[in-house]
């Protein structure tokens, strides 16, 4: 009885956890309205690979926001090539719906990261929390990658949070592409703008 009465308290913190999440059972269409973001909604062009070495071009800026499924970033990358990623700005908070959250670590407050881990199958990406930043190859969520790890430390920090990401070896040929870390259907809530500076290291 004791035991049923603890699981039905835990039912009911889940059952309002996701409602003051907005209810992410409920999909909707994935949408942009963002200024920011509309501007820069038809990127296309020549994809340009990063060349690590003196006098040719080893670094590049990408433009990502949190409302876009897929951010591309007209960066060609090759098995085997390793790059540092770092924010220099957010260009607008980064909040999921009404969810104080960070590029780096996702969503800050402690009882709904508990309750999202119940959920964590629905995330697009099982390496990241939910709205974290992640990098992926070609616009795919099977070849996702964690940017930020929590326990890397490069001794840079932005308001007390971490900027420049590990060094990532690329797993296989591709177009770098980013997202906030989300669930399929739910990014129409999603705020949040920046600017992340890619260098080839090697």
């Not at 990502?64 to 990358?77: E, G, M, Q, T």
Request: charged residues 25%.
């Amino acid at each position: 009885m004791l035991l049923n009465l603890k699981s039905s308290r835990w039912l009911t913190l889940l059952l309002l956890c996701l409602i003051l999440t907005n209810c992410y059972f409920i999909s909707k269409p994935d949408t942009c309205e963002c200024s920011h973001c509309l501007a820069k909604s038809s990127l296309s062009g020549e994809l340009k690979e990063l060349v690590s070495g003196t006098g040719k071009l080893a670094e590049d800026v990408a433009d990502v926001c949190a409302c876009r499924p897929w951010n591309r970033s007209l960066i060609k990358v090759e098995q085997g090539q390793t790059y540092v990623f770092s924010i220099l700005e957010e260009t607008e908070e980064w909040v999921d719906g009404s969810v104080a959250s960070t590029p780096e670590t996702g969503w800050l407050n402690p009882f709904l990261r508990f309750g999202g881990a119940t959920i964590a199958f629905l995330k697009r990406s099982d390496k990241a929390n939910w709205y974290a930043l992640v990098g992926a190859l070609d616009s795919s969520d099977a070849d996702s990658f964690v940017i930020f790890e929590p326990n890397w430390t490069s001794g840079e920090e932005r308001n007390g949070s971490l900027i420049a990401s590990r060094p990532i070896t690329m797993t296989r040929d591709g177009e770098l592409y980013f997202y906030a870390n989300d669930m399929n259907g739910r990014y129409f809530n999603n705020k949040g703008g920046l600017r992340l500076h890619i260098r080839r290291i090697k």
